[in-house]
T-cell receptor, first 116, second 111 residues
Framework: EPEVTQTPSHQVTQMGQEVILRCVPI?????FYWYRQILGQKVEFLVS????????KSEIFDDQFSVERPDGSNFTLKIRSTKLEDSAMYFC??????????????FGEGSRLTVL | GDSVTQMEGPVTLSEEAFLTINCTYT??????LFWYVQYPGEGLQLLLK?????DKGSNKGFEATYRKETTSFHLEKGSVQVSDSAVYFC??????????FGAGTRLFVKA
């Protein structure tokens, strides 16, 4: 069964360092997303990506964040200069369609980022 | 803005007990509503959904009914199993790219 894969599963970094989280979405999906969950809090939307550009982003997704689809399979989230409050579980997701009738987002297992 | 509130966990039940996890929402417009489940070591996966008022979503013995009058989408199961132990997330989408999730409710089922 096709699945979304994420690497690394856990990354520890020093404050101020750049981090790249990688995702391989399901191959025939067109829409890609990043969400994050700070421990014990809500799963928060960061950004959606379609047709090689950002389609929507949240207020969390500031200039420190960027996304890229560098080739036909990978979808990356870069945090330019990490802060302590960036420590969270980051989930990548993909879907065939977008909007309220699509129903299903397919999630990866998450990448846990710890900023020291 | 749009939001989802679900009951805090953890919820601990014995096998074969009845489960209810409460979820209420605030949204402009007419959202679609979802329950996602996350088993240990795995990503979130769709459990069930409802796209309009009074719809009932169901899957694997779980049910939830879209109640517009009470803005609720409570998850129920008549008889839980140990294998149902997981984190359950209520979510909504009002038609854009963004799906809004609650904080999740952890369920422990004891044998």
């Amino acid at each position: 069964e096709p699945e979304v894969t994420q690497t690394p599963s856990h990354q520890v970094t020093q404050m101020g360092q750049e981090v790249i989280l990688r995702c391989v979405p399901i191959s025939n999906h067109l829409y890609f997303y990043w969400y994050r969950q700070i421990l014990g809090q809500k799963v928060e939307f960061l950004v959606s990506f379609y047709n090689n550009e950002i389609s929507e982003k949240s207020e969390i997704f500031d200039d420190q964040f960027s996304v890229e689809r560098p080739d036909g399979s990978n979808f990356t989230l870069k945090i330019r200069s990490t802060k302590l409050e960036d420590s969270a579980m980051y989930f990548c997701a993909s879907s065939e369609q977008a909007g309220s009738n699509t129903g299903e987002l397919f999630f990866g297992e998450g990448s846990r980022l710890t900023v020291l | 803005g749009d939001s989802v509130t679900q009951m805090e966990g953890p919820v601990t039940l014995s096998e074969e007990a009845f489960l209810t996890i409460n979820c209420t929402y605030t949204a402009t417009g007419y959202p679609s509503l979802f329950w996602y489940v996350q088993y240990p070591g795995e990503g979130l996966q769709l459990l069930l959904k409802a796209t309009k008022a009074d719809d009932k979503g169901s899957n694997k013995g779980f049910e939830a009914t879209y109640r517009k009058e009470t803005t609720s989408f409570h998850l129920e199961k008549g008889s839980v199993q140990v294998s149902d132990s997981a984190v359950y997330f209520c979510a909504l989408n009002t038609g854009g790219f963004k799906t809004i999730f609650g904080a999740g409710t952890r369920l422990f089922v004891k044998a």
